[in-house]
């Protein structure tokens, strides 16, 4: 079985702080793909990064970084110099493969991030 | 605007009740989802189609019902067979099943009365 646990369920910081949020997963997947969503309190999910198995290579897109290590079955969300915007639940998936050879995601329970001003 | 819709946005229940839950997408995606979230609780698939006129169960399909008659839509009932009904109900798409990410649509919270 497949499992993505996301160990921080609430996270508080300051504005301007730095924070990571943990993803550790199980699997037995050679081939896998690993995401984050973002979810602010209207609901919705926010896409935010998609990364393959074989890509190492650690991720930054403005503010945002991800930090993949396959080693350790990790990958983390780094927030530099967070906002208020930054402010709600954050999803780590994991892709899965099942019949039909389609695949579906499993999802951490997530982490809530509050950022205060 | 291409995106994914999902009405209404909340929606109530009365003991024995069946409902259903609207959602479209326009983005020519083949691939659809229905997730339920519980607070405090990641999401968990209900039912997912690769395509059109085909649909599979998901992790806790017992209680409802889809089907998949055109490509953009994706509706899921709730029927009185499911006995905690109440959360937040994502509706979700892909491009094709296979590892494509999903993008998701706002979401119906379904509360009974």
């Known amino acids: 079985a497949q499992k993505v646990t996301q160990a921080q369920t609430e996270i508080s910081v300051v504005e301007k702080e730095d924070v990571t949020l943990d993803c550790v997963y199980e699997?037995?997947?050679?081939?896998?793909?690993l995401f984050w969503y973002k979810q602010p309190p209207s609901g919705e999910l926010v896409f935010l990064i998609r990364?393959?198995?074989?890509?190492?290579q650690n991720e930054i897109s403005g503010r945002y970084s991800w930090n993949f290590q396959k080693s350790t079955s990790s990958f983390n969300f780094t927030i530099t110099a967070s906002q208020v915007v930054d402010s709600a639940v954050y999803f780590c998936?994991?892709?899965?493969?099942?019949?039909?050879?389609?695949?579906?995601?499993?999802f951490g329970k997530g982490t809530k991030l509050t950022v205060n001003p | 605007d291409g995106g994914i819709t999902q009405s209404p946005k909340y929606l109530f229940r009365k003991e024995g009740q069946n409902v259903t839950l609207s959602c479209e997408q326009n983005?020519?995606?083949?691939?659809m989802y229905w997730y339920r979230q519980d607070p405090g609780q990641g999401l968990r698939l209900i039912y997912y189609?690769?395509?059109?006129?085909?649909?599979q169960k998901g992790d806790i399909a017992e209680g409802y019902s889809v089907s998949r008659e055109k490509k953009e839509s994706f509706p899921l009932t709730v029927t009185s067979a499911q006995k905690n009904p109440t959360a937040f109900y994502l509706c979700?798409?892909?491009?094709?099943?296979?590892?494509?990410?999903?993008?998701f649509g706002p979401g119906t919270r379904l509360l009974v009365l």
């Open positions: 189609s690769q395509i059109v006129n085909d649909f």
């Open positions: 983005l020519n995606h083949d691939a």
């Open positions: 979700a798409s892909s491009m094709t099943a296979a590892r494509e990410t999903q993008y």
């Open positions: 699997t037995r997947d050679t081939t896998y793909y």
């Open positions: 998936a994991l892709s899965e493969a099942s019949r039909g050879g389609s695949e579906k995601l499993v």
């Open positions: 990364r393959n198995s074989f890509d190492e």
